[in-house]
């Protein structure tokens, strides 16, 4: 069966200090991955989706960069945090032309704080 | 553009009371709607989609186009369906998701 992992379930940081927030997927190949940040008040919100290793798309102007290195790794970086990266980040796959079956699986979020 | 807005936060209801939770979009062509929902400490999971037409743990959502609402009903309210809910959606035959804003829903005993 398919699982998806996500780590640190949470960490803190200083405002200047560089992040790396890694997901990585099991039992699917060629899977579509996202990253998705729940800032307070403002609900789920895409930062980036990638259909394949190396593609990477931006979904919003940010301090916030994604690089997906193999085909089932998606990764979350900043070289230097500013407050407002602060939020519940959460990493998501899917798989293309799945019809009736659950659009995306979310993992299990990574807070945090930059302080 | 494609826009999801859940208008209430927080919804609070005593157990047995009738519960909806209000969704609207914008999007201009034919879109894909599903509610999503966070127990608390679990993971965010698909409660349901327009296209399946179908009832999990009691609720219904009904897609009205020309209301362009999709709003989640559930007639007697269970204390567990406290949680977290998104309403969401996406282009047809796309796996991209529009989140709203979410709303917490409050059942009390």
């Known amino acids: 069966s398919q699982t998806i992992h996500q780590w640190p379930a949470t960490l803190v940081q200083p405002v200047g200090s560089p992040l790396s927030l890694e997901c990585t997927v099991e039992?699917?190949?060629?899977?579509?991955l996202y990253w998705y940040r729940q800032a307070a008040g403002r609900g789920l919100q895409l930062l980036f989706y990638s259909v394949g290793i190396g593609q990477i798309s931006s979904e919003v102007p940010q301090n916030l960069s994604a690089s997906r290195p193999q085909d089932r790794q998606f990764i979350l970086s900043s070289k230097k945090l500013l407050l407002s990266d602060s939020g519940f980040y959460l990493c998501?796959?899917?798989?293309?032309?799945?019809?009736?079956?659950?659009?995306?699986?979310f993992g299990s979020g990574t807070q945090l704080s930059v302080l | 553009a494609q826009r999801v807005t859940q208008p209430e936060k927080l919804l609070s209801v005593f157990k047995g009371a009738p519960v909806e939770l209000k969704c609207n979009y914008s999007?201009?062509?034919?879109?894909?709607l599903f509610w999503y929902v966070q127990y608390s400490r679990q993971r965010l999971q698909l409660l349901l989609r327009h296209i399946s037409r179908e009832s999990i743990k009691g609720f219904t959502a009904d897609l009205n186009k020309g209301e362009t609402s999709f709003h989640l009903k559930k007639p007697f309210a269970q204390e567990e369906d406290s949680a977290m809910y998104y309403c969401a959606l996406s282009r047809w035959n796309t796996d991209k998701l529009i989140f709203g804003t979410g709303t917490r829903l409050q059942v009390f005993p």
């Open positions: 998501a796959w899917s798989v293309r032309g799945r019809g009736e079956d659950e659009k995306l699986f």
């Open positions: 999007y201009s062509g034919s879109p894909e």
């Open positions: 039992g699917t190949s060629n899977p579509n």
